[in-house]
């Protein structure tokens, strides 16, 4: 299994909302990160986790609110967010330390 | 910082067509990505690579680490081949990635 999986595929939010993106991996990768990408841009590193420990911020607004349940899981809280932050959100997954990186499908958020 | 090229930015092609897609980058590394992205999208990793070359079906990934130099290759492209392909480096810690612009293919039947 060399999945990463996201839901939702889709999610429209109002400004004044509270979502959550989610993410699993099975893989026992022990990093798991949180990119945006807008359109016709390359992703942009928001989060890192390494051990179900925050290692990297990347000065990302607190409107969005990163947990690490347990090893398996990564999700992405939302809440207040301008539409702006509509954008394409890849979860992702490496064994620390190495570079082979794998990435889910992507939650496409809209922001009305 | 590691600066990443990628030419050209777009290409078209038709099918059938060997296709080639170059991408530089300014600091030694240990390790390149090559990734793909369809239209609307997640991104699949196709290749990582650290040195000489890796084949996996119709595309081929070469890596010259002395010119600091990548190119994918996509022999007899077919429409669904039809995708953004960009090149990814390590970026100064262990889990940053720098990304090129990518470049965006379409394969015409």
């Known amino acids: 299994d060399t999945e990463v999986t996201q839901t939702p595929k889709h999610l429209v939010m109002g400004m004044t909302n509270k979502k959550s993106l989610k993410c699993e991996q099975h893989?026992?990768?022990?990093?798991m990160y949180w990119y945006k990408q807008k359109a016709k841009k390359p992703p942009e590193l928001m989060f890192v986790y390494s051990y179900e420990k925050l290692s990297i911020n990347e000065s990302v607004p607190s409107r969005f609110s990163p947990e690490c349940p347990n090893s398996s899981l990564l999700n992405l809280h939302l809440h207040a967010l301008q539409p702006e932050d509509s954008a394409l959100y890849l979860c992702?997954?490496?064994?620390?330390?190495?570079?082979?990186?794998?990435f889910g499908e992507g939650s496409w958020l809209t922001v009305v | 910082k590691n600066e990443v090229e990628q030419s050209p930015q777009n290409l078209t092609a038709q099918e059938g067509e060997f296709i080639t897609i170059n991408c530089s980058y300014s600091v030694g590394i240990s390790a390149l990505h090559w990734l793909q992205q369809h239209p609307g999208g997640g991104i699949v990793s196709l290749f990582m690579l650290s040195s000489g070359k890796k084949k996996h079906g119709r595309l081929i990934a070469t890596i010259n680490i002395q010119e600091k130099h990548s190119s994918l290759h996509i022999t007899a492209s077919h429409p669904r081949d039809s995708a953004v392909y960009i090149c990814?480096?390590?970026?100064?810690?262990?889990?940053?990635?720098?990304f090129g612009k990518g470049t965006l293919l379409t394969v015409n039947p």
């Open positions: 893989m026992g990768h022990r990093a």
């Open positions: 990814a480096v390590p970026g100064g810690s262990n889990y940053k990635l720098t």
């Open positions: 992702a997954s490496s064994q620390v330390g190495t570079y082979t990186i794998y």
